[in-house]
């Protein structure tokens, strides 16, 4: 497993590598519009893509952003992908504010920069997030033939809701497509759904029952108090 995991991180890696490149030659691009402008600076761009290709990997890499399992991206890894981007931006930048200093890299189109930022920011992102977008896709179409049966989710609070807001989302692709019939907490004082005056499926009130067929989240009840 964690071997398919680095290998499916490699090609990740090589598709940023496309995608700086692509992200620094648009900056040039939009900046200056293809044409004549554009050849007279093609040096600079070209500056711009190694330094790219040799930070942001690095950054992204410190990060961990070829580290992670992207079919199950959250807003947490947005906003990894944010943050990474933006650091690795910035670095590019001061590496380039510098050559200017010190005349390496003469008549550099500053304006260039913050577009290579928002230019990264979608294709490092967008593409990453594509990614859990197709396993979805995949997910519920594998989903779509296997036979739905009725469970009852037990407790969890928070942990519960997130359950029921994604009741088909797993890690073993074997198991089988579950519909919830209900939510069970032992105190509905203490449950989100009630607190928040939703409660669909509908949330039962237990304090001693047995669970018929398999029970979802892991609840704060004593293991004696939950039986399958």
């Given at each position: 497993m964690r071997s398919r995991i680095f290998t499916r991180n490699r090609l990740v890696l090589i598709g940023d590598l496309f995608l700086i490149?692509?992200?620094?030659l648009g900056s040039f691009a939009l900046r200056l519009d293809l044409g004549p402008f554009f050849i007279d600076y093609l040096n600079q761009a070209i500056?711009?893509?190694?330094i790219a290709l040799i930070l942001k990997p690095l950054v992204f890499y410190v990060f961990g952003l070829y580290r992670r399992l992207?079919?199950?991206?959250s807003i947490y890894e947005l906003m990894l992908i944010i943050l990474a981007v933006s650091t690795a931006s910035v670095l590019v930048s001061v590496t380039v504010i510098l050559l200017l200093v010190f005349k390496v890299l003469p008549n550099f189109p500053r304006g260039v920069l913050p577009i290579d930022w928002l230019l990264s920011m979608g294709l490092i992102g967008g593409s990453r997030f594509a990614l859990r977008v197709l396993a979805e896709a995949q997910s519920s179409s594998s989903n779509s033939s296997a036979r739905s049966r009725r469970v009852l989710v037990v407790g969890a609070g928070d942990a519960g809701a997130r359950v029921v807001e994604n009741p088909n989302r797993r890690v073993d692709p074997g198991?089988?497509?579950?519909q919830q019939g209900?939510?069970?907490h032992q105190d509905q004082q203490m449950n989100p759904a009630h607190r928040a005056g939703i409660?669909?499926?509908?949330?039962?009130?237990?304090?001693r029952r047995t669970v018929p067929a398999g029970a979802g989240s892991s609840p704060s009840w004593p293991e004696s108090r939950v039986r399958r």
């Open positions: 490149i692509v992200a620094a500056w711009l893509s190694a992207w079919a199950y991206a198991s089988a497509k579950t209900g939510r069970a409660c669909n499926p509908p949330c039962l009130s237990v304090t």
